[in-house]
């Protein structure tokens, strides 16, 4: 019902003051009109599919803490906005979206539209480093991905990069920073690099590619346990699950360890997937709409066998980490380790607008195979072990970086955060939840995987 007053009050405003200012065609009702249909278009398909969304407390804080971070950011812009009516357009669309008061839901330039999407698919045109960057400071290297240009070249994590085409980037906020390292594929973007521990100033000329970022990593731990992280759902993820599971098989794995601490989600497709590989049969999760009947999602795809199975989760473990969690835990198909996850049943749609821009809005509450939904409550570990710790240097959504640096890195924040003994201490640091799911497996395997 606020919903209709609100759409209502939004219409007439809008005719008012294109009548009221109609001093030739341009500004006048009619031309006014496709507008107009838009955003009202808009309301209705909001009106029409959004489900109310009460599972993101700690979502909102976060996104309230970001967002506070923008303004003061743009505060220190000495900037002058140029005002039409397209401007006028998204706001008016923004407005109606924060309306909802709903973390989850967005809207999107057509920019910002393609840049969602690029995170998703996990491929970008650019460079390939991440980067760290603080006011009125150099551009830091954090780490260069893997057979990246960046990489290629020779530059190094915790290089300072001081320009980008001749230009001083201390001034630069880190998103117009990375702005101005994407780019066009082929094309060439001139960084001018200092590292410190040899005191030189290197000029380095990076020709774009495309980057592809790796959301998946394995490796073997001893007794043939596996070991299997996933950072994000991301597009088509599931056949590098997939290679990995098979990859482990070959080496002899009995037993598997598959992290999903601090993994934020991603498509609601892909969590399918991936848990179906661990289950011979059977619901994965089902989805309810604001109209409609209830939607199930059966298993699918090939499934990787009955070994001993353990997954890790954490406050971090969000959306698609607890559709896996959840189906396999109603199953009792695996010993879920470690704390409460996020608590995010809710399921978002992506609306693609006429112009280019686009909404996300929560259409839908997801729920376990036993019909139970973990929205603003988590699912709670088999066996709870907490580690704050590891949750502070876990952050992160790619693999394909070095280790080694990507763990000084980690330092480097643990300082920041904690102090200088608490990041000394991370080289000592028993990462507890996994010494615990592998005594879980270990015990397990004694008996016959009971």
């Given at each position: 019902?606020?919903?209709?007053?609100?759409?209502?009050?939004?219409?007439?405003?809008?005719?008012?003051?294109?009548?009221?200012?109609?001093?030739?065609?341009?500004?006048?009702?009619?031309?006014?009109?496709?507008?107009?249909?838009?955003?009202?278009?808009?309301?209705?398909l909001i009106q029409d599919r959004y489900v109310e969304n009460s599972d993101a407390k700690k979502a909102k804080e976060k996104k309230e803490e970001n967002k506070n971070k923008e303004n003061k950011a743009e505060e220190k812009k000495e900037e002058i906005k140029e005002i039409n009516k397209k401007t006028l357009m998204q706001g008016a669309i923004k407005g109606i979206i924060e309306s909802l008061d709903d973390?989850?839901?967005?809207?999107?330039?057509?920019?910002?539209?393609?840049?969602?999407?690029?995170?998703?698919?996990?491929?970008?045109?650019?460079?390939?480093?991440?980067?760290?960057?603080?006011?009125?400071?150099?551009?830091?290297?954090?780490?260069?991905?893997?057979?990246?240009?960046?990489?290629?070249?020779?530059?190094?994590?915790?290089?300072?990069?001081?320009?980008?085409?001749?230009?001083?980037?201390?001034?630069?906020?880190?998103?117009?920073?990375?702005?101005?390292?994407?780019?066009?594929?082929?094309?060439?973007?001139?960084?001018?690099v200092y590292r410190e521990i040899n005191n030189t100033t290197k000029v380095f000329e990076l020709k774009r590619e495309e980057i592809e970022l790796k959301y998946v990593k394995h490796k073997m731990l001893e007794n043939n346990i596996g070991y299997l992280r996933l950072t994000q759902f991301g597009t088509d993820v599931h056949k590098d699950i997939e290679k990995a599971l098979e990859d482990l098989q070959k080496?002899?794995?009995?037993?598997?360890?598959?992290?999903?601490?601090?993994?934020?989600?991603?498509?609601?497709?892909?969590?399918?997937?991936?848990?179906?590989?661990?289950?011979?049969?059977?619901?994965?999760?089902?989805?309810?709409?604001?109209?409609?009947?209830?939607?199930?999602?059966?298993?699918?795809?090939?499934?990787?066998?009955?070994?001993?199975?353990?997954?890790?989760?954490?406050?971090?473990?969000?959306?698609?980490?607890?559709?896996?969690?959840?189906?396999?835990?109603?199953?009792?198909?695996?010993?879920?380790?470690?704390?409460?996850?996020?608590?995010?049943?809710?399921?978002?749609?992506?609306?693609?607008?006429?112009?280019?821009?686009?909404?996300?809005?929560?259409?839908?509450?997801?729920?376990?195979?036993?019909?139970?939904?973990?929205?603003?409550?988590?699912?709670?570990?088999?066996?709870?072990?907490?580690?704050?710790?590891?949750?502070?240097?876990?952050?992160?959504?790619?693999?394909?970086?070095?280790?080694?640096?990507?763990?000084?890195?980690?330092?480097?924040?643990?300082?920041?955060?904690?102090?200088?003994?608490?990041?000394?201490?991370?080289?000592?640091?028993?990462?507890?939840?996994?010494?615990?799911?592998?005594?879980?497996?270990?015990?397990?395997?004694?008996?016959?995987?009971?």
């Amino acid at each position: 019902m606020k919903l209709y007053f609100r759409k209502t009050l939004i219409i007439f405003m809008l005719l008012f003051f294109s009548s009221s200012f109609a001093d030739d065609d341009r500004t006048g009702f009619l031309y006014n009109l496709r507008e107009l249909k838009e955003i009202s278009d808009i309301i209705d398909l909001i009106q029409d599919r959004y489900v109310e969304n009460s599972d993101a407390k700690k979502a909102k804080e976060k996104k309230e803490e970001n967002k506070n971070k923008e303004n003061k950011a743009e505060e220190k812009k000495e900037e002058i906005k140029e005002i039409n009516k397209k401007t006028l357009m998204q706001g008016a669309i923004k407005g109606i979206i924060e309306s909802l008061d709903d973390p989850h839901s967005s809207y999107f330039t057509k920019k910002e539209l393609k840049e969602f999407q690029e995170d998703i698919k996990g491929k970008y045109v650019g460079v390939g480093m991440v980067i760290q960057k603080k006011v009125n400071e150099p551009l830091i290297v954090v780490s260069p991905i893997e057979d990246g240009p960046a990489y290629k070249a020779g530059i190094k994590p915790r290089d300072k990069i001081t320009e980008i085409d001749g230009n001083s980037v201390y001034s630069l906020t880190s998103e117009e920073s990375v702005k101005k390292l994407k780019g066009q594929k082929d094309t060439v973007v001139k960084v001018t690099v200092y590292r410190e521990i040899n005191n030189t100033t290197k000029v380095f000329e990076l020709k774009r590619e495309e980057i592809e970022l790796k959301y998946v990593k394995h490796k073997m731990l001893e007794n043939n346990i596996g070991y299997l992280r996933l950072t994000q759902f991301g597009t088509d993820v599931h056949k590098d699950i997939e290679k990995a599971l098979e990859d482990l098989q070959k080496s002899g794995m009995k037993a598997l360890i598959f992290d999903l601490r601090s993994n934020p989600g991603g498509e609601l497709t892909q969590s399918i997937k991936i848990a179906s590989m661990f289950l011979k049969n059977g619901k994965i999760v089902s989805t309810r709409p604001k109209k409609g009947e209830e939607v199930f999602f059966d298993r699918e795809g090939k499934y990787y066998g009955d070994f001993p199975l353990v997954i890790l989760i954490n406050g971090g473990s969000a959306s698609a980490s607890e559709i896996v969690s959840g189906a396999l835990k109603d199953h009792k198909r695996a010993v879920l380790v470690g704390e409460k996850t996020f608590g995010k049943g809710s399921v978002q749609t992506l609306i693609p607008l006429p112009d280019g821009d686009g909404i996300k809005i929560t259409t839908a509450k997801y729920y376990t195979p036993k019909g139970i939904s973990i929205n603003g409550t988590g699912i709670e570990p088999d066996v709870k072990v907490e580690d704050k710790d590891y949750y502070l240097i876990s952050e992160g959504s790619i693999t394909n970086v070095d280790e080694q640096e990507e763990k000084n890195n980690k330092k480097e924040r643990i300082k920041e955060i904690k102090g200088e003994k608490a990041a000394e201490e991370v080289d000592t640091h028993k990462d507890i939840q996994l010494e615990v799911g592998k005594g879980v497996l270990k015990g397990m395997l004694l008996k016959g995987n009971k």
